[in-house]
């Protein structure tokens, strides 16, 4: 199964993402865990990517199209593979398809997890991320109650700083502009596959396995 997630911020992308690759054994390319690691460790390409990121704008096609072409390269004898934030414009779309055809690569789907505005702004500003691993959790409204370490790996939980109003607003902007263009691109090739992102994490990752098994991609 070689698979591409698009969603929103805040859709679950990077949580259905995780559950695909344990459910099926995928391997998981997502740009904003590799980029954010190479921020937290200060490489070159992370001294390059942090002002775009930190403003919520794209970081350029070429950095982007280098970490893809590796990775690709790196995955390409595994049985399957999932995209988590990659490609996020057209551009970046038509050279991932080249680069695909250039490996002998077929898509077997390209996922879109819609998710309504406000559902969207409430996961952001209650979501936390752990430092080490990249698991997600929401903080429920008892801030008692709230996680301090991530139960998968005991690494920190952060507020990302990309996840606060006018950063958030300024990703869903670019996200209207720039990646829905992509979407009806996939849409064209018979590629799409929508799925409503605003219910219950399980229940998400149920009909999208049901949706690839119905469409005999799994
Ligand atoms: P994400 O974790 O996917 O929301 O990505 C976090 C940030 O990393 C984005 O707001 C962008 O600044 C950058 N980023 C991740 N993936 C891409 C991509 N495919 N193209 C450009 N910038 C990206």
């Known amino acids: 199964m070689k698979l591409i997630l698009l969603g929103p911020p805040g859709s679950g992308k990077g949580t259905q993402a995780q559950i695909l ?14 980029l954010r690691n190479a921020v937290a460790n200060e490489t070159p390409l992370g001294l390059k990517a942090k ?35 990659v490609p996020r414009n057209l551009n970046q779309g038509k050279i991932l398809e080249k680069m695909l055809k250039e490996l002998h690569i077929t898509l ?51 507020h990302r700083s990309d996840d606060t109003i006018p950063v958030i607003e300024k990703r869903l902007k670019i996200y209207q502009a720039e990646t829905l263009p992509l979407i009806r691109f996939y849409k064209e090739k018979g590629l799409l596959i929508q799925i409503n992102g605003s219910l219950p994490i399980p229940k998400v990752a149920e009909i999208l396995h049901d949706c690839l098994k119905v469409k005999g991609r799994n």
């Open 108 to 158: 077997t789907g390209v996922v879109e997890i819609e998710v309504p505005l406000p559902v969207i702004i409430d996961r952001l500003t209650l979501r936390r991320s752990c430092e080490k691993c990249g698991s997600v959790y929401t903080l429920k409204s008892d801030p008692s109650s709230h996680p301090t370490a991530c139960s998968r790996c005991g690494g920190k939980l952060i």
């Open 51 to 85: 002002p775009y990121m930190e403003k919520g704008e794209l970081v350029p096609d070429e950095l982007i199209l280098q970490i893809l072409k590796e990775r690709l390269h790196e995955i390409k004898d595994r049985p399957g593979f999932v995209l988590d934030g």
């Open 21 to 34: 690759q344990e459910k099926f054994g995928l391997s998981k390319i997502s740009t904003g865990d590799i």
